[in-house]
């Protein structure tokens, strides 16, 4: 059973940044994807950055350039630094992991992808 805690979330002004943590516990195999997905309130989820067992690393367009995904794989921790947060960035982040055949692209990101584990959340508000 693989569960997933975030962390690190909280409220910050614009132009600000966050780290948000991602610690998984449970048998974690190294060729998970793994991935941060945002949901807004009246908003669909959607996927913000994912990284797949080689280190490569997809981002949606609109955080491309500020926010960067890493992964401790010692630790079993994902991390998600944000940068130059915008208003529009407000919303609840989740972490999710799973062995999945594909873990790469714009357009797989996008599609919502069919994670089978995912942590509980942590809010993320940016105030303009």
């Known amino acids: 059973q693989v569960q997933l805690v975030e962390s690190g979330g909280g409220s910050v002004q614009a132009g600000g940044s966050l780290r948000l943590s991602c610690a998984a516990s449970?048998?974690?195999?190294?060729?998970?994807?793994m991935g941060w997905f945002r949901q807004a309130p009246g908003k669909e989820r959607e996927g913000v950055a994912a990284?797949?067992?080689?280190?490569?690393?997809t981002y949606a367009d609109s955080v491309k350039g500020r926010f960067t995904i890493s992964k401790d794989n010692a630790k079993n921790t994902l991390y998600l630094q944000m940068n130059s947060l915008k208003p529009e960035d407000t919303a609840m982040y989740y972490c999710?992991?799973?062995?999945?055949?594909?873990?790469?692209?714009?357009?797989?990101?996008?599609?919502?992808?069919?994670?089978?584990?995912w942590g509980q959340g942590t809010q993320v508000t940016v105030s303009s």
């Open positions: 999710a992991a799973d062995q999945l055949l594909l873990c790469y692209g714009g357009s797989w990101l996008s599609s919502r992808p069919d994670f089978g584990y």
């Open positions: 449970g048998y974690i195999y190294r060729g998970y994807c």
């Open positions: 990284i797949d067992r080689d280190g490569i690393t």
